[in-house]
């Protein structure tokens, strides 16, 4: 009997594939989205620099417990509503970023003569933990608050660098203060 | 009159999708499915002539017509790989790679029954064996179309339609052939009309996909720069972009 439902298992996911293919639109609008996106073109500017501040405001302590020190509820409800949609903003800004390099990577690297299939599979696995990884601190940033994340997003971020460093390495291209600064 | 009926409809709709075929020269581009379908065709009117004179012969000459025709369908699940990714060598690459892995994990299956029984094949009957072979197709199948799918590949209506028309004719034949195995012969009766009810079905999908003129996909002229860019450049770049983003995600715990 497992082995039928295993079987109807299959046959489901054929379908859902099918579907998925079926409805996938191959217009030219489609495909144009795979020219370089503007998202890019922000990020290779260097803007990205002057954002990374942002994370640390959205999600920081400071701020929270200076909210707190007030003790005005107004103030406070406020805060996480602000709080909330600057960081709603934010992961989807960063999940956009994601999927504009994994468009661009792609499109290259379909063309590629001497693809070497073990560092595409570990980019394809990176590219969806790390869209995952937004549309779940996504879900937990609507559910909850920004400020509750810490401890979640401490998990992901342990997971992030034991990938990393595992499959790819990244570690080399991280500048000094950003690996000291995980360590303590 | 049901099964005549249903046997009549997809006679004619053969001979439909193989004139079109021919008259649009469509045999070129896509000759190991016209092979298939004109393998379909005259193994359908030799069976008759059998079951309507040599009513003997019917079983055995049905079940390795059947046979043959799941190993000339691995040609189809070639054909569509084959002509969906030419233009792409890094993607065709991918799935040569990943089908060979779909192979791999079968063969494995193949020598773990193996040391289980005499037989080289798991199955024990013609059915049986069919509905294995049929499962390599459909993760065959799942593993292209994932590809197509990630790698935003153009495809048109003539590829869309042989897919999910073959797609539909192994995932019913799956379901079909795991109940006849699981239920036996009070599901045989239901299956003497689902089976040419969903091979029609698949070529009513075949003969609208491939009636009307198809746009071929090319790559654009505008990347083609792009054949020539190093791999290892690449994901070495992507890596940089996207250790950016993942450093952004991490500075969200580091104060």
């Known amino acids: 009997m497992s082995g039928l439902v295993w079987l109807f298992a299959t046959v489901f996911l054929v379908f859902v594939m099918l579907l998925y293919f079926l409805r996938e639109k191959d217009s030219p609008e489609f495909m144009q989205s795979y020219d370089v996106p503007q998202v890019l073109e922000s990020y290779k500017s260097g803007e990205i620099r002057d954002l990374r ?25 406020l805060f996480l509503e602000e709080r909330r949609a600057v960081a709603i903003h934010w992961l989807k800004e960063r999940a956009a970023w994601v999927r504009a390099i994994r468009a661009n990577h792609l499109q290259r690297s379909r063309y590629s003569k001497n693809l070497n299939v073990f560092a595409e599979a570990r980019l394809l696995f990176l590219f969806f933990y790390l869209l995952g990884l937004c549309r779940c601190l996504l879900l937990i940033v609507q559910i909850a608050n920004a400020n509750t994340l810490r401890s979640i997003a401490l998990h992901f971020e342990a997971m992030t660098q034991k990938l990393v460093q595992i499959h790819l390495g990244f570690s080399n291209y991280a500048p000094t203060e950003e690996k000291a600064g995980f360590r303590s | 009159m049901l099964t005549q009926f249903i046997w009549y409809t997809g006679i004619l709709l053969e001979v439909l999708v193989l004139a079109r075929g021919l008259q649009m020269k469509w045999l070129r581009r896509f000759p190991c499915f016209y092979s298939y379908l004109l393998f ?30 799941v190993i000339i369908g691995c040609l189809v699940l070639f054909e569509i790989y084959r002509v969906a990714l030419r233009p792409y060598p890094g993607t065709a690459r991918m799935a040569r790679n990943l089908l060979g892995g779909v192979i791999a994990l079968a063969f494995a299956k193949v020598l773990v ?11 024990k009957t013609t ?22 799918i990630i790698y935003a590949i153009p495809r048109d209506r003539h590829l869309k339609g042989i897919l999910a028309g073959y797609g539909f004719y192994v995932s019913c034949s799956i379901m079909q052939l795991a109940l006849l195995a699981h239920l036996g012969d009070s599901f045989n009766r239901l299956w003497w009309y689902l ?17 009307s003129h198809s746009e071929e996909t090319n790559p654009s002229a505008g ?5 020539m860019e190093d791999h290892n450049a690449l994901v070495e770049r992507t890596n940089r ?13 580091r104060r």
Not at chain 2, 41 to 60: D, E, G, M
Not at chain 2, 127 to 148: G, K
Not at chain 2, 195 to 200: K, N
Not at chain 2, 223 to 227: D, I, N, S
Request: some cysteine.
């Open chain 2, 223 to 227: 990347l083609a720069h792009t054949v």
């Open chain 1, 53 to 77: 501040f942002l994370p640390y405001s959205i999600f920081s302590e400071r701020d929270w417990n200076f909210v707190q020190n007030e003790q005005s509820p107004f103030l406070h409800r």
């Open chain 2, 113 to 123: 029954n193996h040391s289980y029984g005499p037989l080289w094949w798991p199955a």
């Open chain 2, 241 to 253: 972009e996207l250790e950016n983003i993942r450093m952004g995600l991490q500075g969200m715990v």
């Open chain 2, 127 to 148: 059915a049986e064996l069919e509905r294995n072979l049929r499962i390599v197709q459909a993760v065959a199948l799942v593993a292209i179309v994932a590809l197509i």
């Open chain 2, 195 to 211: 089976e040419p009810f969903s091979y029609l079905v698949v070529l009513c999908i075949w003969t609208v996909a491939l009636w």
């Open chain 2, 40 to 69: 379909v065709f005259l193994k359908s009117l030799l069976l008759w002539v059998l079951f309507r004179w040599i009513p003997r012969l019917y079983a055995q000459a049905y079940w390795t017509a059947r046979f043959a025709a």
